[in-house]
């Protein structure tokens, strides 16, 4: 398996450009999850979704789209950068039904100029 | 809404040492969940715990949460520069599980001196 994988990497924006950060899993999870990591602010949660079709917000989801159209994937869209939302992003994916371990991607690097 | 507190924030302590990572809970905590995360990459699952008094160990990992489910600590045994890194602790928002939901805490970064 290869996990929870994430592209790209790194990524500069210029503000107003739009993007869609990738998120594909291969563990057959329901749940996934978005969050951005900022210095001194820990992981905040953006969008997460239970299942196909279905998605909600999370504490910072201004700015962001998303949409669940596989179990697999999970892309999540900016649809009009700001430096604001410079910063470092995971996906996370999750068994359903209980308390299980969230495993995490390797992450997307933004900054936005 | 719920809050994690960790502390301390930072860490740094000599190879070999011990050392203690608190994350407290504004309400009782369903599920506790203990990450690391090396510089720049992505998160580690260490632990998770659900049961209150419950404790667990991995290496020289100890993670334990208190009876009254509000707190949780994890305890590293003879440090090594292996083990510098962030560590956040993260929580269901309800029980029987957050559907994908995690709060987290700030993250404690540990540094340790060979």
């Known amino acids: 398996n290869a996990g929870v994988t994430q592209t790209p990497k790194f990524q500069v924006l210029k503000t107003g450009q739009s993007m869609t950060l990738q998120c594909a899993q291969d563990?057959?999870?329901?749940?996934m999850s978005w969050y951005r990591q900022d210095p001194g602010m820990g992981l905040r949660l953006i969008h997460y979704?239970?299942?196909?079709?279905?998605?909600d917000q999370g504490e910072v989801p201004n700015g962001y789209n998303v949409s669940r159209s596989t179990t697999e994937d999970f892309p999540l869209r900016l649809l009009s950068a700001a430096p604001s939302q410079t910063s470092v992003y995971f996906c996370?994916?999750?068994?359903?039904?209980?308390?299980?371990?969230?495993?995490f991607g390797p992450g997307t690097r933004l900054t936005v100029t | 809404s719920q809050e994690l507190e960790q502390s301390p924030q930072s860490l740094i302590v000599q190879e070999g040492k011990n050392l203690t990572i608190n994350c407290t809970s504004s309400k009782t905590l369903y599920g506790l969940y203990w990450y690391k995360q090396k510089y720049g990459e992505g998160l580690i699952f260490l632990m998770m715990l659900q049961k209150g008094g419950e404790e667990k160990s991995h290496e020289k990992i100890t993670a334990k949460l208190d009876e009254k489910k509000q707190q949780s600590s994890l305890h590293i045994t003879a440090s090594q520069p292996s083990h510098a890194g962030i560590y956040l602790c993260g929580a269901d928002r309800e029980y029987g599980g957050s559907q994908g939901n995690l709060i987290f805490g700030k993250g404690t970064k540990l540094s340790v001196k060979p």
């Open positions: 563990m057959n999870h329901e749940y």
């Open positions: 979704s239970v299942g196909a079709g279905i998605t």
């Open positions: 996370a994916s999750s068994i359903a039904g209980g308390t299980y371990e969230q495993y």
